[in-house]
């Protein structure tokens, strides 16, 4: 299994019902952002931007605060961007 790694810089909004934007927030050097006093109602929140060298996470989340669920938490993973590599190995024939 793949460790988590908590992420900086991660850039979230956050729409209200009708999917209005409310506010944005970004995520501190402990990969946390935390919005207080939200009224009871249903949310949801995206993330807008990653951090660098990670792919933005297309998920959105649908939130219901509530007096069952005053305290709520979402999770986004992101994946690192990776690239490629092809090497060639080449001899020289010295017969020529």
């Not at 952002?33 to 995206?46: E, H, N, S």
Request: proline share 3%; with cysteine.
């Amino acid at each position: 299994m793949q460790e988590k790694i908590r992420l900086s810089g991660a850039k979230f909004v956050l729409m209200d019902c009708n999917r209005e934007q409310i506010m944005c927030v970004k995520t501190d050097e402990n990969g946390e952002a935390l919005i207080d006093c939200l009224p009871y109602g249903k949310y949801y929140l995206k993330e807008v931007e990653p951090p660098q060298g990670y792919h933005r996470c297309t998920e959105e989340v649908e939130i219901v605060i509530d007096e069952t669920s005053s305290h709520r938490c979402a999770e986004f993973i992101n994946k690192r961007k990776t690239g490629s590599l092809k090497i060639i190995k080449y001899g020289i024939d010295s017969r020529s």
